[in-house]
C-alpha cells in the first residue's frame, strides 16, 4: 500500500464514519416534522391544510410561499419541505466532514469535499421524496418488502377501519435508510479519491 493509497483510506473512514454519525441526527432529530409529514407530497391539486391557529401544518415562511388562497400544488409544498429537509442534512454533514478534515488534517480537496456533499444532497433529495424510492422498489421486485409494516388501509373484518399505529419499523425505512448508507459509502469514497 502506497502511502496516498493509505492517507485515501483512512481518509474515506473517517468521513464514511463522521458522515454516518451525522446522518442518524439530522435525518431525525434536526429534521422538523413538518419536512417529514410533507416532504412526499404529490399532484397538481392545491394544498389545503392549517396555515395560522394550533394546528398550523407549515412554519410561516412556507405558508407565505403557499399564499391565503391556497395557490400552490401539493407537489411543490413536498418539493419545498423536501428541500428544507436537504439543506439542514446537508448543512450538518457538512460542518462534520469539515471540523474533521480540519482538526485530523485529511487529505480532502475542495472540490472532492463538494461532490461528496452534493453526492449526499441529490440522492437523499431524490428518495425522500419517496414516491421515487418507492418506484425503485418496484422496479426491483421489492414492492412486499417495502410495505411491511405500513399502517393498513381499509376495513377490518367487523367493518371497522383499521386504526394501526404508524411506526418506524416498516420496509420503507429499512429501504430507505440503507440507500442512504450506499450513497454515503460512495460519497466518502469520491471525498477521499478527488485530488484536484
Ligand atoms: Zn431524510
Known sequence: MTPENLSAAVTFAVVGLVMLFTH???????????????????????????????????????????????????KWVGRLACAAHVVSYTFCTALAVGAVWYKYGLHITWTGF?????????????????????????????????????????????GRPYDDNPSLGTGSYSLDQSYHMFWIMIAAIVTSLVAI
Open 114 to 158: 463538494i461532490l461528496g456533499q452534493v453526492i449526499s444532497a441529490v440522492t437523499h433529495y431524490w428518495a425522500d421524496r419517496r414516491f421515487t424510492l418507492k418506484g425503485l422498489a418496484k422496479k426491483l421486485g421489492k414492492e412486499g418488502f417495502y410495505a411491511l409494516g405500513a399502517p393498513r388501509t381499509g376495513e377490518d373484518k367487523d
Open 24 to 74: 442518524t441526527v439530522a435525518d431525525h432529530w434536526v429534521q422538523a416534522s413538518w419536512q417529514a409529514n410533507n416532504k412526499g407530497l404529490q399532484g397538481d391539486e392545491k394544498w389545503t391544510g392549517h396555515l395560522c391557529g394550533p394546528k398550523r401544518e407549515l412554519p410561516r415562511w412556507v405558508g407565505r410561499l403557499v399564499g391565503t388562497e391556497r395557490e400552490l400544488p401539493k
